[in-house]
């Protein structure tokens, strides 16, 4: 079986759930995010957008609107991570989500290969479909057109904020 670091990361990476309080360092941020912009999207039309969330305010309000999806805004859906990644895609471009997934997938693969912990968090769509939301993708001057598609939270996990991974089902994969 061929094996490399690629390949190893992608069987490795785990999603945390407990964040120590330290800040990505910059380096390892700009390595995540340059990995954002170099996925794939449909006709090469680069429709996702990437926020970087790192002041605690607006990181309090995103996680409060968030939580209230869930319906609790009071919950700590971000973990406690230090850093939030919006991924937004022009709603006009037809591969829109599945543009941002892309990008979101580069993002955590990314991440667990410079040695930062990740978690996709999901209701980015419904957060930024809020007048809230739509008040801070104005105030971060996301445009009009776009909608949310997930985030993913970033930081350096506690101990026992990863789990190990399930065994791969043996339907997975269809041969024909």
């Known amino acids: 079986m061929i094996e490399n670091t690629v390949l190893t990361t992608l069987k490795t990476r785990r999603a945390c759930r407990s964040y ?11 390595a995540i995010l340059e990995a954002g912009t170099w996925a794939p999207t449909g006709m090469g039309r680069q429709s996702p957008r990437i926020a970087v969330i ?4 607006d990181l309090a309000a995103l996680e409060r609107l ?20 919006v991924v937004f895609a022009d709603a006009t471009i037809p591969t829109y989500v599945a543009d941002g997934n892309l990008v979101i997938g580069n993002l955590l693969n990314a991440a667990a ?10 209701r ?6 809020s007048e809230e939301g739509k ?12 909608r949310g598609i997930g985030n993913v939270i970033l930081g350096y996990g506690k101990e026992g904020g990863t789990r190990a991974p399930a065994p791969r089902r043996e339907d997975y994969i269809i041969r024909v």
Do not use: R
């Open 20 to 30: 120590k309080p330290d800040q990505v360092c910059e380096e390892a941020l700009a």
């Open 54 to 57: 790192q002041n605690p305010d």
């Open 66 to 85: 968030n939580g209230g999806v869930m319906g609790n805004p009071d919950s700590h859906p971000f973990y406690g991570a230090p850093t939030v990644l």
């Open 113 to 122: 290969s410079v040695g930062v912990d990740s978690c996709y968090i999901w």
């Open 124 to 129: 980015a769509a419904e957060v930024f479909d």
């Open 135 to 146: 008040a801070l993708m104005k105030k971060w001057g996301v445009p009009e057109t776009c």
